[in-house]
Structures are given as structure tokens and as C-alpha cells.
């Protein structure tokens, strides 16, 4: 696998082969952590974008949305880049938020618990679905996929602190949350459950 092109790498790991995404992930592993580290001089953060990266190119390679032969460098290096901004965003809109002194629930909406201004009563209905909704889906996960979920998204804990609560490897952690969030998907077509509000 070592004397194999990125482009090799890439195509026998959509063809199923685990080990040409470990060996990706060997490559790039240092300079995607040092790049990330260099713009955010955190280690926490930059650790849970380094997993964030590769979660998101997992999915994109499995999705078929990598067309770019020859530049593959380039392509996860964007995904980089589009996780700074999105922190940089998120970190801006706490901002706004703690100056404003309004709490925001996970989504970035404010709560609807008839303090929010701009929110309908139709509105806050339809989240609370969209949220039920959510929770019921949880329902039908294998346990260690609805308690990653749970620590991840509900507890917003780093994949880092994850496997150590788990006993288990990052890799482990981050392909339970690969599987949890395509079975979900999967569940909610099946139920024809729209999560989008």
C-alpha cells in the first residue's frame, strides 16, 4: 500500500479496502493536525477538526462526490479549509449570542419556549417534531452507535475524550459515527421522517 498513488488509495477504499484509508490517513495525518494547529493554536480544537476532516472525507469518498483525478491533496485540503470556517462562524455567532445574553439551543435556533421573538408558535411546533423525531430514530440504533451519537453530538465531547471513555481507538469511534449517521438516514427515509425544519 505504501508505493500506491493517492488516486490508487482512493479507489481501493471505495472498492471496499479499509486499509487504503488507513494509509490516506498515515500520509496526511501530521500535516493536516499541524495545519489545523497553526491556524486555531489549540490542541483540543484542532483535534476534533482533524477528526471532523476525516469523517467528512470518509463520507464523500463512500458518496462518490470525489471527481478530482490527480488532486487529491487539494481536495482534502478544502475540507480543511471549510471546517476553519465553519468554527470561525461558530465561534462568532457564541459571540453574538453571549452579547446578546439569549440562549441558543444546539441547532444555533433560539429556545422556543415562548421567549423567542421571531419564532412562531407554528415554528417552535415543528421543531419540537423535528426533534422528537430525532430522538425516535435514536431509538432504533445498536447501543454503541446511539451512545456515540449521544457523546458527540448531545455532549459535544472531542473523539479523543470518546475513546478513552470507550476503551476503544479513534478509528473505532469515528466509524460508529459514520454508521450511526447513515442508519439514521436510512431509518428516516424508511419512515419517511423529514429532518429538515
Known amino acids: 500500500m505504501k508505493n500506491l498513488s493517492d488516486e490508487s488509495l ?3 477504499y471505495i472498492e471496499g479496502k479499509n486499509e487504503a ?5 498515515f500520509r496526511y495525518k501530521k500535516n493536516v ?26 463520507v464523500y469518498l463512500k458518496e462518490g462526490r470525489y471527481q478530482e483525478n490527480g488532486r487529491f491533496v487539494g481536495f482534502l485540503f478544502r475540507i480543511c479549509h471549510n471546517i476553519i470556517i465553519d468554527y470561525y462562524r461558530q465561534q462568532q455567532a457564541q459571540q453574538t449570542s453571549l452579547a446578546c445574553d439569549i440562549d441558543y439551543d444546539l441547532f444555533g435556533r433560539r429556545n422556543l419556549d415562548g421567549d423567542d421573538m421571531n419564532g412562531s408558535i407554528e415554528e417552535a411546533m415543528s421543531y419540537h417534531d423535528v426533534l422528537g423525531d430525532v430522538r425516535h430514530i435514536l431509538k432504533f440504533l445498536p447501543d454503541n452507535q446511539r451512545q456515540i451519537i449521544y457523546l458527540r453530538f448531545y455532549k459535544n465531547l472531542p473523539f479523543k475524550e470518546i475513546a478513552d471513555m470507550l476503551g476503544i481507538s479513534i478509528n473505532t469511534a469515528l466509524g460508529r459515527v459514520r ?11 424508511e419512515h419517511n421522517i423529514s429532518l429538515a425544519m
Open 179 to 189: 454508521y450511526a449517521l447513515s442508519n439514521m438516514r436510512k431509518l428516516a427515509e
Open 33 to 58: 493536525y499541524a495545519y489545523f494547529y497553526s491556524v486555531v493554536q489549540n490542541k483540543e480544537v484542532a483535534e476534533d477538526m482533524f477528526q471532523d476532516t476525516f469523517i467528512k472525507l470518509i
Open 10 to 12: 482512493v479507489a481501493l
Open 21 to 25: 484509508f488507513d494509509e490516506l490517513l
